[in-house]
């Protein structure tokens, strides 16, 4: 496994913004397509968003589309997720992962072995 780096959570008021970022070592990153998922309480873990390993193909849950934008930079070796018009329903713990499968014809993203710690977002009503 591949150790991961997660930043930028907090607590933020319904409708504001944050950015989440995830850190893999080198080659480890850029070989890798990456994903972000999350936890609320009392619920399983579900999948948010995801992107190759080349940046240009991304997919999302349909909950936080148009809202949530994954993107990447290997110079920095760094996934992030800018999420906006947040709502007090994406309160959860949010992961990174890393080295995940990719279904283009569905859209599909099936998580890797390597996990980040995770992070707490909070959004107040």
């Known amino acids: 496994q591949v150790q991961l780096a997660e930043s930028g959570g907090g607590l933020v008021q319904a409708g504001g913004s944050l950015r989440l970022s995830c850190a893999a070592p080198?080659?480890?990153?850029?070989?890798?397509?990456m994903g972000w998922y999350r936890q609320a309480p009392g619920k399983e873990r579900e999948f948010v968003a995801a992107?190759?390993?080349?940046?240009?193909?991304?997919t999302y849950a349909d909950s936080v589309k148009g809202r949530f934008t994954i993107s990447r930079s290997d110079a920095a070796n760094t996934v992030y997720r800018q999420m906006d018009n947040l709502k007090p329903e994406d309160t959860a713990i949010y992961y990174c992962?890393?080295?995940?499968?990719?279904?283009?014809?569905?859209?599909?993203?099936?998580?890797?072995?390597?996990w980040g710690p995770g992070t707490q977002v909070t959004v107040s009503s």
């Open positions: 992962n890393r080295g995940g499968a990719l279904n283009y014809a569905t859209s599909e993203y099936y998580a890797g072995d390597s």
């Open positions: 080198g080659r480890a990153f850029t070989s890798a397509h």
């Open positions: 992107i190759r390993m080349n940046g240009v193909y991304t």
